[in-house]
């Protein structure tokens, strides 16, 4: 037994045995919801009123089709949703309409062999996402609306009605039902007629309860109507007043701004052109419109202030400066004046000190000095001079530096570093200074530019506007700050314009006076310091007499040389 056991081939009761069939899993079938609409004929385009389509049995519906579904299926489906698609002949087709909104045209779907499948609806529609319409071929459907007995609202739930409760007529006896109703209006000649409570004329006594219910919406709807009526003239009668004080503020400001030297404009000058404006682009002393060093100073770059059409501002104030005797823009480089006159970028003369990078000009400072001596050559510059100079260069999209095109790469490198950035600023300046009718000047008399935009060094920093610009500490804080309030009052009144500048250069960072310049009087042993970045001058408090603040602030003043004076 063990042996037959150990072998059981060769004893005859060894035989194959059977494999076990492995059943496979039943498949769980699953369902997708799709929108269909049903169309009443052959249409190339959605439908503009879903509304009327809904009312005939027709329109958009939400159907459950499973996703293995073949087209008798999907035909059976769309059947039971539509009653109105079991008598229809000439056959009908599936689309579906493009992306967007509005009048879009519809496509035909694909079909396979077997008709319309499961898988391509749900392909077509994005998983149910896309509306699909069905489209009969040859055949309009009607577009009457359903009567309460169609075969649409049987599965409705139905609620009687409080106020009119009509027996309900089977599908049967509809035909009889009509006949005796006929009957009954031929034989009643005689109508109730009753008069509205609302509007006064004559009713049925059937048909009022509905008219009454409808008069009494349309009268409320009136009502409502008058008062936005009058509302609306309300409205209207204020819009006009305000646009009667808008003309006579306008009329004010043009007579104002007709006055030479005039209070207003000279505070837009000071406040708004010169010193810049209040807006939030990353820094705490507002943007500049200008920037650069004395008489070098560029049209600024930021693509917020051009963007706003603030250069078309400043050209027309400086427009108006000009031809109402205000004060003018100083400092500009000749370069752009020579571009404001009438000139182009490529022939105007640019100097190493119009470009405002210092990177920039610290790179092409020692090819400009190159150029400018007459026996220069490109074998004093170092080999990381060139190197910048050629890394400069291939970023501008120019040929690197040889010694026959040193003078035209110069040249080249001056006007993208200088005009690259600033060309749409400089046309809307133009723009400006046209409304005013200056720019005809400029271009018929280029000599008068520099009547227009004077030098720095014929502009004045006056003691009134920097004693304007500060202030001043509380009176109450003490006899000290009152002290050295009048010592600098007095240092301010009697210095030198030179010295007037500095001081402004010590407060501010630049020599030109700015709103909201803080004076701090401390209670310290050290020199004056001052917060450029915040405006705000901090003097001490031990100075006795005049002679020892004069002579200890101008000390610091002679520091503006070296420290931050130059940033």
């Not at 056959?91 to 898988?119: D, E, F, H, N």
Request: hydrophobic share 35%; glycine share 6%; aromatic share 6%.
């Amino acid at each position: 037994m063990a042996l037959q056991r150990n072998v059981p081939a060769a004893f005859g009761c060894g035989g194959k045995r059977k494999r076990k069939t492995v059943q496979p899993p039943p498949t769980s079938v699953k369902y997708m919801e799709l929108q269909v609409c049903l169309l009443e004929g052959n249409q190339e385009h959605v439908p503009k009123d879903e509304i009327v389509l809904l009312q005939a049995g027709l329109g958009r519906r939400t159907v459950n089709i499973s996703e293995n579904a073949d087209h008798e299926d999907i035909s059976r489906a769309l059947q039971e949703e539509y009653p109105k698609m079991r008598g229809l002949c000439g056959g009908w087709l599936l689309k579906k309409g493009a992306g967007g909104s509005g009048k879009r045209k519809i496509t035909s779907l694909p079909q396979g062999t077997q008709g319309y499948t499961g898988k391509i609806l749900k392909t077509s529609s994005n998983s149910g996402k896309y509306v699909l319409y069905i489209v009969p071929l040859q055949e309009s459907l009607d577009l009457k609306p359903l009567a309460h007995t169609a075969v649409e609202f049987h599965k409705m739930p139905k609620h009687p009605c409080m106020a009119y409760e009509p027996d309900l007529i089977d599908d049967d006896d509809e035909d009889d039902a009509e006949d005796t109703a006929a009957a009954k209006d031929v034989n009643d000649d005689v109508i109730a007629m009753q008069s509205c409570p609302i509007c006064g004329q004559d009713f049925a006594v059937d048909y009022l309860p509905t008219h009454a219910a409808w008069c009494d919406e349309s009268l409320n709807s009136r009502t409502d109507l008058k008062e936005c009526r009058t509302d609306l003239k309300e409205c209207r009668t204020e819009l006009k007043e305000c646009r009667t004080e808008l003309k006579e503020c306008r009329t004010e400001l043009k007579e104002w701004m007709m006055v030479p030297g005039g209070t207003l404009l000279m505070l837009l000058w000071e406040l708004k052109l010169k010193h810049g404006f209040a807006i939030d682009v990353g820094n705490s002393c507002g943007a500049m419109l200008f920037e650069g060093q004395s008489d070098h100073l560029v049209p600024s770059s930021s693509k917020i202030l051009m963007q706003n059409d603030m250069f078309i501002m400043a050209g027309r104030m400086i427009g108006h400066a000009f031809l109402h005797s205000g004060p003018r823009l100083t400092g500009l480089s000749p370069a752009v004046l020579h571009v404001l006159a009438g000139g182009t970028p490529q022939t105007a003369t640019i100097a190493l000190e119009d470009i405002n990078d210092i990177d920039v000009r610290e790179t092409i400072g020692p090819l400009y000095e190159v150029c400018e001596s007459n026996n220069g050559n490109l074998t004093t510059l170092s080999v990381e001079q060139r190197d910048s100079i050629n890394k400069l260069a291939v970023e501008m999209d120019y040929s690197i530096l040889k010694e026959t095109n040193r003078c035209w790469l110069l040249h080249n490198l001056l006007q993208d570093a200088v005009f690259g950035r600033i060309k749409e600023q400089l046309k809307q300046i133009k723009q400006g200074l046209k409304e005013t009718y200056v720019l005809d000047l400029l271009e018929a008399r280029p000599d008068a530019i520099t009547q227009v935009f004077p030098s720095e060094a014929e502009a004045t920093c006056s003691p009134e506007v920097v004693l304007d610009f500060i202030q001043w500490p509380q009176e109450d804080d003490g006899q000290e700050p009152k002290k050295i309030k009048e010592f600098l009052m007095q240092f301010i009144s009697t210095v030198s314009q030179d010295k007037l500048k500095q001081l402004v250069k010590f407060w501010v960072g630049w020599e030109i006076p700015m709103t909201e310049m803080k004076l701090e009087v401390v209670d310290s042993n050290h020199y004056p310091r001052a917060s450029t970045c915040f405006r705000t001058l901090r003097l001490p408090s031990h100075y006795q007499t005049y002679d020892d603040f004069r002579q200890s602030l101008e000390m610091c003043l002679g520091t503006i040389e070296f420290g931050f004076g130059l940033i």
